[in-house]
């Protein structure tokens, strides 16, 4: 019997050697450019080597990452890619576990806590989550300036944690994709050269703002001549 399409895909043939937190910033790489991804569950333990969870957003966002990244190479491994049995069954129970150890530390903490935390916590989060929101606004107001058009693309504001592999994945979905070039020393920029300027204005259009992760939107120009 077929699995019912919903909203959490399974993932098998992940490449185990690469680290739980490497793979899940790569996984929500990948993943977000079909939709928002609201969980991604990665474990290390044996008898889930190799194995993924990615929990969208939109059952729409899902289909669509399914259809797109079959067989797609993930670290040099084809992805294995299906609808989890049901929504609830086994990522609530993963997730629970970790819930639960969640759930007895904020009991100690908030023992200790409890009244001066509960007093100044509220406003704080507000404040912070307002000063977020026009953060985030202003940013995608600003227009990012450009040089003339040509094949090779300019990245910057790239997270920390950026590597050539993660770029790959978002670029080679484009006609004409070449090569990412990395800058030594320098995470936070990296160079995309395409075959045409054509090609290069499309991908630069289509990933403009892209949030690598949740906190870094790239910003991508034509590269200087």
């Not at 889930?48 to 993930?74: C, D, H, W, Y």
């Not at 084809?78 to 609830?88: F, G, L, N």
């Not at 990522?91 to 759930?103: H, L, N, Q």
């Not at 045409?196 to 991908?203: D, F, H, M, T």
Request: proline fraction near 5%; glycine fraction near 4%; charge should be positive.
């Amino acid at each position: 019997m077929d699995i019912r399409p919903n909203h959490t895909l399974y993932i098998n043939n992940v490449n185990d050697k690469i680290k739980k937190e490497e793979l899940k910033r790569s996984l929500y790489a990948l993943f977000s450019q079909f939709g928002r991804v609201v969980d991604i569950v990665a474990l290390k333990t044996m008898k889930m080597r190799g194995q993924a969870f990615v929990i969208f957003k939109e059952l729409g966002s899902s289909t669509n990452a399914l259809r797109q990244l079959q067989g797609f190479p993930f670290y040099s491994k084809p992805m294995r890619i299906q609808y989890a049995k049901t929504d609830s069954d086994v990522i609530s129970k993963m997730r629970g576990t970790f819930a639960d150890k969640e759930k007895r530390k904020e009991k100690k903490k908030s023992k200790l806590l409890e009244q001066s935390a509960n007093a100044n916590k509220k406003p704080n989060q507000g404040a912070n989550q307002n000063s977020a929101n026009a953060q985030a606004s202003s940013a995608q107001n600003q227009q990012v300036p450009d040089n003339p058009p040509n094949y090779i693309l300019f990245l910057n504001n790239l997270p920390e944690e950026t590597n050539e592999m993660m770029l790959s994945m978002l670029f080679n979905q484009f006609p004409g994709f070449k090569e990412v070039r990395l800058v030594p020393g320098r995470h936070d920029i990296a160079f995309v050269e395409f075959e045409n300027e054509g090609q290069a204005g499309a991908a630069r259009d289509a990933l403009q703002g892209f949030k690598i992760t949740p906190s870094h939107a790239m910003k991508i120009t034509y590269a200087k001549k």
